[in-house]
């Protein structure tokens, strides 16, 4: 064991934790605590009269107004059952464009005026409230001298309780929108994106015999990949306790490459963690379905059921904070960055995505009668035609300095856009191209009954990991979002594009139907038009061969590899037409958007150049010194002892440590130069000036921590935090 008396402490105190008791009453019936917490439908059920009920849920499934004197009678429900539940404030949570989750306080208890208070809230403070919150980023949208920006209910996401030793908070899922209406938030143009998404799956719905069919709602099931770091390793690394991210660290003798940890056994102390997320998820009413170990060493992965998006997307970010604070309940810290470790597998959080309602369940499953296959097609169609189309705008929904780092790399999706269809549904695609469909090649049986659409099986045939966009039997999978992303921001596109698709196919059967034709044939030929127009976007090789990208090219298809690349899609001309068009966004909204964006990057990266700069400074650059200086000293000793001294070591040393210390001028140079106004051409400087930079740093400090002695070294190594649980 290493001497270093930094990671040494790190290490004894690893082996000296015990992990906390979980808190769980054996005599409890499994499932007693499931929602617990929250404010649900059958709670409003119980508490609310009858006709205030039906009221909420008419908002809830078709989107009628709220009344405010259901509001109030909504609100004064949600009080009282708070307040048994032990709460004192209630909170409007909202969802700023830092990614982040934001909350703002408020007692229930209000002053009388004779030196008592009572606990009211009306329908007015549950459904609208105004944070200044003039801080967030609003990329031009607001000055901060008119502040004003207003928070209010998302109906269909449901409150509830948080529970803090400390005392707990009635929470209120919430938009959070300017004085003019504008978003500032992630929420917004889910709800929006969805409604537009509604309307024309709707009128597709109807054109397949559906009479007044119920609102399609996306459906959303993310993935969440992450880290877990024992947490005396974490406090010993700046790196990490800033920028989520090792910024140093030589690569371990054993990696990933034995594949044993991937679904291998669950370490108990990581197992005792996931049952304590279980638990305070399930009273959250968050459904965590699925635990397993990841591909890589101390990397694990957690996947709620698929939900509404929007509520989905709320539960997302709650179970980032959870999974944070119990993971430090248990002596370790999560880590939710892309790529934590370089070398190793990053982490990502697959967004599984689907439309559907309650009535007609997913519409991207493949039906049992040819007619429902046909109108499966067609919604798979929609989808081909989005993600062709708006592969640009996908990408640059998972457009990120951190995510930058995993596109591409070490078993993460490339940067280039493209679909999976799976063996299966691609031939189905491919004899339509060719001229109909007439045999699906799972059963390789002729179609019978309505013409020439073929039969569907349920299995799709083999998964594609190296896809970003898999289809995967009754859902499509987008594995390009990042582990520590909102999912809010890919279901808008995804929501957006499918509008768009959708309105086209409506629209060309209508127009079809109209004119006289069969309803069969206009789906066959929608079906051959889509398929020719953009089945360019489908490839089922491996997206992680060198050939690709080249194929890529040939076929037209976009390889934004960074952030700075992808991130003008959003104000491309054609994006800004689709957004507006559908309502989810105006002009300005977008290049909001935009600027936010480059804004973030540039400061991400900044902190990063800085904590290089410093580490790099205050850490490698003293071990390597002494250790230099101790070899110096032999050399000396030697000689003056008369004994020829070999000087490769102290030669090998000297090699990377110059060009450690010209790497830390060249970066400090870099941090020096004044960032261009234009927030593109400042994120270009980053990318291609203090990223080279802090990459050069980086090199030299790896090939010092193989040289300089151990006990000289104090920053956790790689082996030791992946390692070490
Ligand atoms: N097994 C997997 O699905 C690996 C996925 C990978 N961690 C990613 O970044 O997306």
């Not at 190296?466 to 809010?488: D, I, L, M, Y």
């Not at 050939?547 to 001309?573: C, F, H, M, S």
Request: hydrophobic content about 40%; some cysteine.
């Amino acid at each position: 064991m290493s001497a270093n008396p930094v990671r040494l402490q790190a290490m004894r105190a690893v082996e000296a934790t015990v992990a906390p008791p979980i808190s769980f009453d054996p005599g409890e019936e499994p499932g007693a605590i499931f929602g617990q917490n929250v404010f649900s439908l059958t709670v409003m059920q119980k508490r609310l009269p009858t006709s205030v009920y039906k009221s909420v849920v008419s908002t809830i499934e078709r989107s009628t107004p709220l009344d405010p004197d259901v509001a109030d009678a909504v609100a004064s429900a949600m009080k009282d059952w708070a307040m048994e539940k032990g709460a004192t404030h209630y909170a409007h949570v909202f969802y700023p464009l830092t990614g982040l989750t934001a909350e703002k306080h408020d007692s229930f208890l209000d002053p009388v005026g004779d030196g008592t208070a009572f606990a009211s809230f009306s329908g007015k403070t549950l459904v609208q409230g105004e944070p200044d919150a003039s801080s967030f980023p609003n990329g031009g949208l607001r000055n901060t001298f008119e502040a004003r920006g207003y928070t209010g209910w998302d109906v269909m996401s449901p409150a509830y309780v948080l529970e803090n030793p400390n005392g707990n908070t009635l929470c209120i899922p919430t938009v959070f929108i300017s004085m003019t209406g504008e978003a500032l938030d992630h929420k917004t143009p889910v709800l929006r994106s969805q409604q537009a998404m509604s309307v024309h799956a709707k009128r597709v719905l109807t054109l397949f015999g559906h009479d007044d069919p119920d609102n399609v709602v996306a459906y959303c099931g993310p993935e969440q990949e992450y880290f877990l770091v024992d947490s005396h390793f974490f406090m010993a690394r700046p790196d990490l306790l800033n920028a989520g991210r090792t910024l140093f660290g030589a690569r371990p003798p054993k990696g990933q490459e034995f594949d044993d940890h991937y679904f291998g056994a669950i370490p108990e102390r990581v197992l005792g963690f996931m049952m304590d997320t279980e638990r305070e998820l399930f009273k959250l009413g968050i459904p965590a379905k699925t635990r397993h170990n990841e591909v890589a060493p101390g990397q694990f992965e957690v996947a709620p059921m698929f939900e509404r998006a929007n509520e989905a997307s709320d539960h997302q970010q709650l179970l980032m904070t959870t999974f944070k604070s119990v993971a430090r309940k248990h002596g370790m810290e999560c880590l939710f960055h892309e790529k934590p470790f370089d070398g190793v597998n990053g982490s990502g959080k697959h967004v599984n995505f689907s439309l559907g309602n309650a009535e007609l369940g997913s519409l991207l499953v493949p039906g049992e009668t040819p007619h429902d296959n046909a109108q499966f097609l067609v919604f798979c169609a929609a989808v081909i035609r989005g993600v062709h189309q708006y592969g640009g705008l996908l990408r640059a929904s998972v457009a990120s300095a951190s995510n930058d780092h995993r596109l591409g790399a070490n078993e993460a999706p490339p940067a280039i856009i493209s679909v999976f269809l799976g063996d299966q549904l691609a031939d189905v695609f491919d004899q339509i191209a060719k001229g109909g469909a007439t045999r699906s090649k799972e059963r390789g049986t002729l179609t019978i009954g309505v013409d020439t659409l073929p039969n569907l099986t349920k299995d799709p045939g083999d998964r594609n990991r190296t896809s970003p966009f898999a289809f995967t039997g009754n859902r499509f999978e987008f594995r390009a979002p990042g582990s520590n992303q909102t999912v809010a921001g890919p279901m808008v596109v995804l929501n957006t594009i499918m509008a768009e698709a959708l309105d086209h196919c409506a629209s060309f059967l209508e127009d079809a139907v109209a004119a006289g034709t069969d309803f069969n044939e206009a789906v066959q030929a929608l079906l051959t038009q889509v398929i020719s127009d953009h089945g360019a976007v489908i490839f089922n090789g491996n997206g992680y061969s060198e050939e690709w990208p080249v194929e890529a090219e040939q076929r037209g298809l976009k390889n934004l590899r960074t952030t700075v690349d992808a991130l003008p899609e959003l104000i491309a001309p054609e994006a800004l037409a689709l957004f507006s068009a559908y309502g989810v966004f105006n002009e300005r909204e977008m290049h909001s958007r935009y600027e936010i964006g480059l804004e973030q990057y540039v400061l991400s990266v900044g902190v990063e150049a800085n904590l290089t700069l410093e580490m790099g400074t205050t850490i490698v650059l003293p071990a390597a010194l002494r250790y230099q200086t101790e070899l110096a000293g032999n050399v000396a000793a030697l000689k003056a002892a008369g004994v020829e001294a070999d000087t490769s070591t102290l030669l090998s040393v000297s090699e990377p440590l110059a060009a450690l210390r010209a790497g830390l001028a060249d970066l400090g140079a870099a941090l020096a130069h004044e960032h261009p106004a234009d927030a593109l051409a400042a994120a270009t400087a980053v990318r291609d000036g203090v990223l080279p930079a802090m990459a050069a740093v980086r090199a030299a400090a790896d090939t010092l921590e193989g040289l300089v002695a151990d006990d000289l070294w104090s920053l956790p190594t790689y082996q030791e935090m992946l390692y070490v649980l």
